[in-house]
């Protein structure tokens, strides 16, 4: 091959390399033509001396590549399958523009050098190209564009009615067809953008007729079969269309293809499968759900009305358990039940609607509502905390384990978290435990402090701070009593602010032997912590008291005032009220229940206002059960709340405007809300009300209508 430039005839050299170039084009099975010897003439055209014949030989290939475009036009309308004489002709067209590419590098190259010196940016663009890029813009216009334009576009009609057979289930000329849409994307890929004749000219008409076909398709099976046989076709030919995107289509299409066909069969009729969902969710028919949530999701926001289904469905299903007045004894039946709802719905969820969280969400809300519903006696918080006290109160009939109680503990806190008014919730709780732990009759202290731990976790430290301080007394009390060294006499001494302790704690006639006890051990606690006062609640306190009737010994655990009217039988046959009342300054209501009781349990005997011991008295068991009662002052529980929520708005309150300063009302008001949800829901009125007292109290001002000011 020679390099040097040469003096050359442009017209014979070029008929000879149209010559070899028509065989390449035109002629079927052709024999291989010369590369080296056209490279070596395409070189001498471009370095001719004295002159290029470059842009002469490119002018003479896009004549030719014009001739050539339209005789394999003609060649194309001959045949019936336009289709397949398409993407036969185009993939000959496109190896034969391929080689004359290779050979034509010196030309290429030649070009390239004379882009700049051009200021019109046609020209640029033009000459930019590369010989290939010229055969493959002729084809674009001589070609695709004139089928389009002079023929009905009936290249790509053909094209999309053989896919609209495919998806009849005919079969087609897969490949003809991947060749003939892939030609659509080869014909632009030297463009600046490169995608836009394959959308504009195919891809666009072939999602409208998507949208037709599988229009028309849904509403003739929506007619036909059931709503359940109507969701398998559904899926699976959304499962085939996606199949045959991948085939044909070329990847930038897929979605918006897709989007149509989902849109046509599931979009048009959300209405219809929404109602029918109704009926499936009623019946927890979970195959048929689990199907039309994998359908609907397709969709944007698509399963909106099925979550606001189930939502109503978890609220019109768990109603009926609560509509009756709930009464204590009722309790443990009522909150298991709602356990049990909610790990049916829990899991009915995760293994049908896949562990979407939008429908957890909508577990919450529902039971939200559920759990906070409102009973004329007794309040949602109230009877969670009751159910704990039950289930973590020893009980010598309970047949529970205590993995069965932790279980059942932690259910519990999965429907604490629903509770609204957690505040109201701590104080009948924190009275509970204040009883189980001063009797001693708590199941395990290890599952009571994994319950504080779990609320803890919900609601935060100063939540359980004090819960959790109950627990550190009572460990300390342990060591004080183990100093003490007093077997018979057993002392609880708590931190007053920690206890939700209250009763009557008036002066009344201690027994002898109670008193001395007293005196002493007061002594010892005052030896060894000055400055400090005890007070005794002698209401809290229990006796274990032996009885003799008969010979026969028996056992009985009683309050410090049974213990005390008992006692006055040791030294008198017979009593009244009055004389009872003188000995012992007992509330005359509190007496006449305590006898009332001794009664009751034959202890003693009644006879014209006068009680005496009943000498007869008999059991088979050894062990006297007398029940305790202690007046609860439950009116006294909501002045306290309200107290707490106005000094907990008010501290909120500060401690926002301390760290933001300025802050417009609509934020602030967000700000509490967002700080008060692990505690209770504030109203409005209870929010303005502790913005004017913090404004009084000069901790904050208002310095515009809608503006506050934090006053250091």
Known sequence: MSLRPKVVQFEPLFEEFRSELMTLFLVENSASVRGMDLYQLVFDLCNAWPESHAERLLMGLIQFFNECAIIIRSNILQHDDIVSSYAHQWKKYQLATAYTDTVCDALNRHLAKKVNPYKNTSAQRLLKLSVQGHALLIWKQQILLDLKQSHDNMLVKRIIDLITSSRSGEPVMDSSIQVAIQSFVELNQNMDEPLQLYAEEFETPLVESTKQYYCRESVSSLQTYSISEFMHQ???????????CQIYCDKSSWQRILKACEENYLLIH?????????????????????????????????TDGMIQIFERHIADTCKPKLEKPIQEKDVKQIVERLMESHDHFTKFSKTTFEQDPLFDA??????????????????????????????????????????????????????????????????????????RLIHGNSVSNDIELSVITHMKSICGYEYTSKLQRMYTDISLSEELVNQFQNQQFHVHVLTHGSWPLSGNTSEFELPKELEQQILKFTDFYVSRHTGRRLTWYHHLAR?????????????ATLSVHQVLVLFLFNDHASLSINEMLQKCRIPSQELLRIMSQFVDSKILLEQDGNYCVNEGFTSKKTKIKIQIIQSIDKEQEDPVVDDDRKFFLQATIVRI??????????????????????????????????????????????????LYQYLS
């Open 234 to 244: 559904a899926k699976e030919r959304l499962e085939e269309e996606s199949r045959r």
């Open 270 to 302: 959300k209405q219809r499968l929404e109602t029918e969902f109704k009926t499936m969710v009623t019946e927890e028919n979970a195959e048929d759900c689990q199907l039309m949530y994998q359908l609907l999701n397709r969709l944007s926001k698509g």
């Open 362 to 435: 909508a577990i919450d809300k529902a039971f939200g509502y559920i759990v906070n519903r409102q009973h004329s006696n007794l309040q949602p918080a109230e009877v969670f905390a009751k159910y704990c006290d039950q289930i973590l109160k020893k009980s010598i009939k309970s047949t529970t384990t205590e993995k069965e109680i932790e279980d059942l503990c932690i259910k519990t806190i999965d429907l604490f978290k629903f509770i609204e008014d957690k505040d109201i919730f701590q104080k009948f709780y924190s009275r509970f435990l204040a009883k």
């Open 543 to 555: 006796a274990d008291v032996k009885l003799r009737f008969q010979q026969k010994r028996y056992d």
């Open 657 to 706: 405007m301390k760290a933001r300063k300025h802050l417009q009302h609509l934020e602030l008001v967000q700000e509490i809300l967002s700080q008060s949800k692990q505690r209770f829901v504030p109203t409005m009125t209870m929010i303005k009300k502790a913005i004017e007292q913090l404004i009084e109290k000069q901790f904050i001002a208002r310095q515009d209508r809608d």
